[in-house]
DNA sequence: CTCCATCAGTTTGGGGCCTAATTATAAGGG
DNA sequence: CCCTTATAATTAGGCCCCAAACTGATGGAG
């Protein structure tokens, strides 16, 4: 497997109206941000606690009260289905408990239980001490140059 | 939303043993490949078509020959139980045949039909348009700093 | 006050991804 | 030749993700 992904010598021959360098950008991020994600799952796997739940704790942890599952949905930039689906298996783990809003009847406030508390520290200790890990292969200027340049394309994405 | 995502302030005294440069990398990473793959699939809507089930297409095409399952789960980096999925969508979409393998009855060849083969053609065509594209952002000696850190990191994460 | 647009959350249905277990076949050692 | 081990694919069960449909509740226009 090579590292980086290159495209085919003759690949703007094949797509005129392609770029060689952009295609080897995107697969390349699409790639990394991959094995990132696989890294932080097999981090959290004694937690028992998936990649998705941790954030979730992580918010519900930073705002110091209960919020509503909209509020985690726009943090996660991440459907509202999707986080009924996430706090449900949370609940099953006791990590996190569902309480109706006080006034609006619409409305649910998540709350983190104790265990939730622990769990949300613990989540992060873990993926952090993993990415200093596996991040050792850049100088502290290549981070930050790739930093940079993740941020720009973003702007571009977003 | 910030672009690029920064970690807070006192990152460095809640978390003694990590990094806050590797956890900002981590996170960008994370955060661009999930941008990068919403494009593509974005662009791939019109065609019906998956990502995952574009790049199937994209394996058999390049092999000119029919597979089996095993071989395009490594190309992937892919289970094969996965793969079973994937192809069992662009067969119901007719644009793969299983076939069984002339001498061993334990494997399965997969065909890609007529109609298989013009998609595969039209998913790479559709899918480095849009690369070029929203790629504009960065210059091509940026393109190819990022490509060459993003390598540097793959040999370490893989 | 009544209706209706809007909003919060869930449900439904469809992929993609995984691990573990299952089924069938192949191949090698005794 | 038989038995064990290895291999190919699938199935089962679970999580993550989405769009669209649905259910209540809210709140403003008339």
Request: net charge positive; with cysteine; glycine share 6%.
């Amino acid at each position: 497997m090579e590292m980086p992904i290159r495209v085919s010598r003759d690949f703007a021959a094949i797509y005129p109206d392609a770029s060689a360098s952009a295609t080897e950008c995107a697969m390349n991020l699409a790639r990394t941000g991959e094995l990132v994600l696989g890294r932080v799952a097999l981090a959290l796997q004694p937690l028992e606690v998936s990649p998705a739940g941790g954030l979730v704790l992580g918010i519900l942890k930073d705002a110091c009260r209960p919020c509503p599952p909209n509020y985690i949905s726009e943090r996660l930039i991440v459907s509202r289905a999707t986080v009924t689906g996430v706090l449900d298996t949370l609940v099953k783990r006791g990590l996190v408990r569902r309480e109706p809003h006080p006034t609006d009847r619409r409305m649910v406030l998540v709350h983190l239980t104790k265990a939730g508390s622990r769990m949300a520290d613990r989540v992060r200790r873990t993926v952090h001490r993993g990415e200093a890990d596996w991040m050792g292969s850049l100088s502290e200027p290549e981070r930050a140059r790739l930093t940079e340049l993740l941020g720009k394309l973003q702007r571009a994405l977003a």
